[in-house]
Structures are given as C-alpha cells and as structure tokens.
C-alpha cells in the first residue's frame, strides 16, 4: 500500500533563509504527489502537484517541489523563507486505488524573525 | 471552480449530545466528496468517502456516521458525542483535473466537553 513520509514534525528556520521540508513516499511510483499548505484553523490549500509532466514543479507562494524517482522522495523547497509562510506542511499522493488519498504527517514550519 | 462551504465553523457540545456538520458544494456535479478529522497534535484522518448519492464508505469504525442525501451535500452525524470525538473536521471534494487533487473546506472545530 502506497504510504507517505514526512522527516521532520517540526522545522525552524530564520526568515530570509532556505525553506526544505521533506517528503517520501513508498515503493510504488505514484502518478500524482501534492503538497499542501494549512494555516491555523483554515482548511488545507494546494501549493504544487506533480503529475509526472516535469520533475520540477512550481507552485505558489514561490515555492517548489522536484521528484526524484531514484530517492523516492518529492521535497519541498523555498528559497528564501517569509513570516507568512508559518503553518503546517501536508504531503500527499493518491493510494494504489486512485480514489483515496495518502498523507503524510505533517510538517510545522516555524519562521524566525 | 468549486467552492465547497462548510458550519457550523465552531461547535462546543457536551458529551452524551448529537451531532450535525453539514457540507455543501458548489460548482460540480457527482463530485466524490470526503470527510477528515484533525485531532490535537495529530494528521489527517480520512473518516468517509462517498462517490454518489447514498453511497458512503467508512474508513474507521467509530461512533460517527455520514450520509449524502443530494449529490453535493455531505452530512457528518453522531447521535452521542464521545469526549475523543474533539477535533477539527475537514470536507473535501475531489477535483475534475487529471490529478484530481483534493480541495478542501475551511473546516469545523468541535469541542466536546
């Protein structure tokens, strides 16, 4: 069963510097990884979805996501990071049926002023 | 594009009491729609999932129920609310792009006291 990883329950970072936060999901390739962004008491919002029509997604907010098949892994990066960019990171992909979804634990990004 | 509502927002009910969120959804047609508990310190939880009127899917067995009376109306019920059923309650709805990402309601924050 496709299954999702995130390394890291909480990440901090000052604001200005580089934004990684992890993600990996099982053996079997996935057609589609998304990440997703959840400020508090709001619902989950898109940032990026891969769909296997590049390796390198752009997403909003100036945020980016590569897939690499050899590691398994679609992590999430920002260049420089923003106090507004605090909130609570979602990876996801579909399960091996396609209509439900997997997501991973979640990712705290704290941002240091 | 969708746009999926949700209420109440926020609910305060005592143990032993019932339970009604509704939520709606707008822009689609036969969308498959879904439900999520957040719990304190804890990821998303995938409660049900319906594909069509009154076929609904429960992933976790639990003193909740959903039913979907019209095709984008999704109920979310107890008839007695437990002291672990606290929590933040997502509706979703499955896009109609090739991912079909899921997009996502503002949620309902239930506390059972």
């Known amino acids: 069963a496709q299954s999702v990883t995130q390394l890291g329950s909480h990440v901090s970072v000052s604001e200005g510097a580089l934004v990684l936060l992890r993600c990996n999901y099982s053996?079997?390739?996935?057609?589609?990884l998304f990440w997703y962004v959840q400020y508090p008491n709001q619902g989950l919002q898109l940032l990026l979805k891969y769909t296997s029509a590049a390796t390198l997604v752009k997403g909003i907010n100036g945020f980016e996501a590569e897939f690499k098949k050899s590691e398994t892994s679609f992590h999430l990066t920002k260049p420089s990071a923003h106090m507004s960019d605090a909130a609570e990171y979602f990876c996801?992909?579909?399960?091996?049926?396609?209509?439900?979804?997997?997501f991973g634990p979640g990712t705290r990004l704290s941002v240091l002023p | 594009s969708q746009t999926i509502h949700q209420w109440p927002a926020t609910l305060v009910q005592p143990v032993g009491s019932p339970l009604s969120l509704e939520c709606t959804v707008e822009g689609t047609s036969n969308p498959n729609l879904y439900w999520y508990r957040q719990a304190a310190g804890r990821g998303l939880q995938l409660l049900f999932y319906s594909v069509g009127i009154g076929q609904i899917s429960s992933e976790v067995p639990q003193n909740l129920s959903a039913s979907r009376p019209q095709d984008r109306q999704f109920i979310l019920s107890s008839k007695k609310l437990l002291l672990s059923d606290s929590g933040f309650y997502l509706c979703a709805v499955q896009g109609l792009r090739s991912a079909g990402e899921l997009f996502f309601g503002e949620g309902s924050r239930l506390t059972v006291l």
């Open positions: 053996s079997s390739v996935p057609p589609y």
């Open positions: 996801a992909a579909p399960d091996n049926y396609g209509q439900n979804f997997v």
